[in-house]
T-cell receptor, first 115, second 112 residues
Framework: GAVVSQHPSRVICKSGTSVKIECRSL??????MFWYRQFPKQSLMLMAT?????????EQGVEKDKFLINHASLTLSTLTVTSAHPEDSSFYIC???????????FGSGTRLTVV | KQEVTQIPAALSVPEGENLVLNCSFT??????LQWFRQDPGKGLTSLLL?????REQTSGRLNASLDKSSGRSTLYIAASQPGDSATYLC???????????FGTGTRLKVLA
């Protein structure tokens, strides 16, 4: 089946530094990648949609300069959290549609802790 | 505003019980609805997907139904097992978009 590989699974960084999260589609081409954020005991909230070769579309309230998304190829999308602060600590997860009629496949998520 | 609500928020049952998880959505222009399982600190595992033209889907001990007119979906788990303990999320995709709107989740604990 379709697999999206997400790395790293856990990362701890200091305030003010940047962190990059990668999502790779292993056996299919992901022209679109969705990035979600999940705070403790809350549901997933869509942050942005990345499309290969074009600028990402951000949801209302998401700072595009803080959460940089790059989708340079059909198999790789990255989310960079710039100048991270403790309030950015969250669970980040990516998702890609692999067949129009079917659902989406999700990465395994990245637990980001900013200290 | 599109909203997806799940009831109950948490559920604890003894092993062997049949149980029903509920999902309500406000957007009638539904394309499909998907049920997921999420284990603590982990990603999502897709369980069942129901297209808007379907009324139910089954996989093993799981059965999901969809009633567009009432804006509801249910996930039925038969003969629950401790390994079923997880958070169950439903997510609605609206026609004309690729976005999924996720529900708030039901945290299930099956006691041995």
């Amino acid at each position: 089946g379709a697999v999206v590989s997400q790395h790293p699974s856990r990362v701890i960084c200091k305030s003010g530094t940047s962190v990059k999260i990668e999502c790779r589609s292993l056996d299919f081409q992901a022209t679109t990648m969705f990035w979600y954020r999940q705070f403790p005991k809350q549901s997933l909230m869509l942050m942005a949609t990345s499309n290969e070769g074009s600028k990402a579309t951000y949801e209302q309230g998401v700072e595009k300069d803080k959460f940089l998304i790059n989708h340079a190829s059909l198999t790789l999308s990255t989310l960079t959290v710039t100048s991270a602060h403790p309030e950015d600590s969250s669970f980040y997860i990516c998702s890609a549609p692999y067949r129009e009629f079917y659902g989406y496949t999700f990465g395994s998520g990245t637990r980001l802790t900013v200290v | 505003k599109q909203e997806v609500t799940q009831i109950p928020a948490a559920l604890s049952v003894p092993e062997g019980e049949n149980l029903v998880l509920n999902c309500s959505f406000t957007d009638s222009a539904i394309y499909n609805l998907q049920w997921f399982r999420q284990d603590p600190g982990k990603g999502l595992t897709s369980l069942l997907l129901i297209q808007s033209s379907q009324r139910e889907q089954t996989s093993g001990r799981l059965n999901a139904s969809l009633d567009k007119s009432s804006g509801r979906s249910t996930l039925y788990i038969a003969a629950s097992q401790p390994g079923d303990s997880a958070t169950y999320l439903c997510a609605q995709r609206t026609s004309g978009t690729y976005k999924y709107i996720f529900g708030t989740g039901t945290r299930l604990k099956v006691l041995a």
